[in-house]
């Protein structure tokens, strides 16, 4: 089955807003990003579904975990069927302040076959630094499950993998302070020299003199007015709900796994004529049991395979597109050749190699 999108702007909406788009939608703040943490601890309370005893690590660390609470437990006599070694990761946004709550994931380590019902004991998050930023704790939810008995089981979604809201506790202190920034670095998602332009000339604008400068087709910096008139957070608000035209990139996406193609509103073509023809070929395998006449004593029976080999070849479909057709006159022509998901790739690589598609092709 295709599943062709087009993306285009709202047909209710003007031409003024339908090329109009924030800064804060197409920008982010250099050095203001998140930071991934990661840790390692044990889920406890499982209903029989943690972590065999050939899980040595889950084991070790279920000792190890007494032994710091005062009671010693030899490691091979520690049994993990109600525990599971697991994985603790989060994100740190920027500007994290000390006793903020975050989300994080666990997810199994060993052969555990289900997380439900589990609590993940106290673990230190750990920084790419090597630093403790955060420790975890808490009841897991879990986003399905795992169910069965004498070999006939049911599993939905991934019951080794969880999440506990709001689990986490950031222990150290991020902040960063911008009141101090004499430029201000504001970096595109998606590089593009003409956008990076109007943003230069749109904060220019707003503020009545030249304090932007676009550095590449990423990169804007912005000087900061010394004395600051107003606080950074102000300014950075005012920059950012600033609107600069969107030009958008004319774009072709294929999946051919699973037959989705999704192409911008601005792709055109130029004039192209599409043969398109499919060739189907069978070969079938029959076998015949040859027997010898009644009473022949040098006979022998033999198995005889049959060859059969048929090819069908259907007739040509055609589709023409005059210059500048749109996307739609596209899907419309695919539809009706009747083109499957692998058919409409190979056209459109075949329509770029020939310079009829003016639009990057990326199959995926």
């Known amino acids: 089955m295709l599943v062709a999108i087009s993306v285009a702007a709202f047909a209710g909406s003007t031409g003024a807003e339908r090329s109009k788009v924030l800064i804060r939608d197409i920008t982010t703040i250099a050095g203001v990003r998140e930071n991934s943490l990661v840790g390692y601890g044990i889920v406890v309370g499982l209903r029989g579904t943690g972590d065999s005893r ?3 690590f889950t084991t070790q660390t279920l000792a190890n975990t007494m032994q710091r609470l005062g009671v010693r437990v030899p490691a091979a006599s520690v049994r993990v069927n109600n525990v599971a070694g697991v994985f603790v990761t989060a994100s740190l946004p920027a500007f994290s302040r000390s006793g903020m709550k975050l989300d ?3 997810s199994s380590t060993g052969d555990a076959k289900s997380l439900e019902g589990g609590i993940l004991l106290l673990t230190a998050l750990y920084g790419p630094d090597g630093a403790v930023y955060a420790s975890a704790q808490g009841p897991l939810t879990i986003g399905g499950f795992s169910a069965g008995a004498a070999g006939t089981s049911k599993v939905v979604n991934h019951p080794t993998v969880g999440t506990v809201p709001a689990g986490a506790i950031v222990e150290r202190d991020l902040a960063v302070d ?3 920034l004499t430029v201000l670095s504001l970096m595109l998602r998606d590089p593009d020299f003409t956008a990076s332009t109007d943003i230069a000339n749109a904060i220019n604008k707003d503020f009545q003199k030249d304090v932007a400068v676009p550095v590449d087709s990423r990169r804007i910096d912005v000087r900061v007015p010394q ?4 606080a950074m957070p102000a300014m950075i608000s005012r920059i950012q709900n600033l609107s600069v035209p969107f030009h958008a990139s004319a774009k072709v996406i294929v999946n051919e796994r699973t037959g989705t193609i999704v192409m911008g509103g601005d792709v055109k073509l ?3 004529s599409v043969l398109h023809g499919n ?10 049991v040859s027997q010898p006449p009644p009473f ?9 395979p049959e060859v059969n080999v048929k090819a069908k070849e259907a007739p040509v479909s055609r589709i023409e597109l005059a210059e500048g057709a749109s996307v739609q006159e596209l899907i419309d022509g695919l539809r009706a050749i009747g083109a499957t998901a692998r058919d409409v790739t190979a056209i459109l690589q075949a329509i770029k190699s020939a310079g009829g598609l003016r639009a990057e092709l990326e199959v995926i």
């Open 178 to 180: 911008i009141s101090h």
């Open 227 to 230: 004395p600051a008139v107003v």
């Open 296 to 304: 022949s004593k040098e006979g022998q029976t033999t198995v005889v």
């Open 54 to 56: 050939q899980t040595q």
């Open 270 to 272: 130029s004039p192209v």
């Open 104 to 106: 994080v994931t666990v």
């Open 279 to 288: 060739l189907s070929v069978e070969v079938t395998t029959e076998f015949n």
